[in-house]
């Protein structure tokens, strides 16, 4: 997991539009360290894209795709364990929700990653401590103050960049 502090927002969050934050903890299914992470927080689930069966429809508008199959995929959520740990464990903030994940439809568009949105540090480093093998973030950054650092995957310390 990676751990980005700037000006964050999700434009399609599961509470229902756009969602303004300052953290984003990212996972990535495919670089070295992640994979684990990736595995035991996510899984697929079958999702059926409207926009790309509408697409299909109006180029053949003769042919009968109503059992094709066109418009559906499986897309990477996070596991419904994470899921309730994140509405148990990160409290609202006067504003409301602390925390978010995409809606299904943000989702579907980021096959090779997820971000999970807060408010608070203490929320993002607690559910990387509770949830990651490493119980550190990979990757570091805090934008406002230029601190940039990567997790040594051996010595499990970091270095600065």
């Known amino acids: 997991m990676d751990y980005l502090k700037n000006h964050c927002w999700c434009s399609d ?25 990736w595995d035991s927080l996510t899984c ?3 999702y059926f894209d409207k926009d790309v069966y509408d697409s299909y429809v109006a180029r053949y508008p003769e042919r009968d795709l109503a059992d094709s199959g066109l418009g559906w995929k499986q897309i990477n959520k996070l596991k419904p364990e994470v899921m309730y740990w994140l509405e148990a464990n990160v409290p609202d903030n006067k504003e409301g929700k ?29 559910f990387i401590k509770t949830w990651s093998k490493w119980k550190k973030p990979i990757n570091y950054c805090q934008y406002f103050t230029d601190v940039r650092k990567t997790l040594d995957l051996k010595t499990l310390k970091y270095i600065e960049r």
């Open 44 to 46: 697929k689930v079958d």
């Open 98 to 126: 602390a925390w978010c994940v995409g809606s299904d439809e943000y989702i579907a568009r980021d096959s090779g990653g997820m971000s999970v949105f807060f408010q608070r540090r203490s929320d993002a480093m607690k």
């Open 13 to 37: 969050s599961n509470w229902g539009g756009h969602y303004d934050c300052t953290i984003i903890v990212s996972l990535s299914s495919y670089s070295e360290g992640y994979r684990e992470d």
